[in-house]
């Protein structure tokens, strides 16, 4: 049974870190790309990230690069979403997924993903 779970939400103050992870089962993480989304108030759901199998390319949306790094764990079956100089535009709730691909085809489509996680929050504020 594939399933992904996120956890490392919280709130927040502007300019700290937050690492969040996917936790993924019933696959393998050198078969599929997994992609994190950010849906913040009011607004589309977005993909700010995207860490293809087996680590080969990572990308990311224009407003986090440079300030967001994607990877997999050592020895884990995670891939995780470091969070750094963080905004109040990064306020939102993160979501995993996986792509259909083992590479980050059209990764910002939604209709290219057939798992996805429930999300965890991320409150950036004073």
């Known amino acids: 049974q594939v399933q992904l779970v996120e956890s490392g939400g919280a709130p927040v103050q502007p300019g700290k870190s937050l690492r969040l992870t996917c936790s993924v089962s019933?696959?393998?993480?050198?078969?599929?790309?997994i992609a994190w989304f950010r849906q913040a108030p009011g607004k589309e759901r977005v993909a700010v990230s995207c860490y293809s199998a087996a680590g080969r390319n990572a990308f990311y949306f224009y407003s986090v690069e440079g300030r967001f790094t994607t990877f997999k764990g050592d020895a884990e079956n995670a891939v995780h979403l470091q969070m750094n100089s963080l905004q109040d535009g990064d306020t939102g709730v993160y979501t995993c997924a996986r792509l259909k691909y083992h590479r980050c085809y059209n990764y910002g489509s939604d209709h290219e993903y057939d798992y996805w996680g429930q999300g965890t929050q991320v409150t950036v504020g004073p």
């Open positions: 019933g696959f393998s993480l050198n078969d599929h790309a």
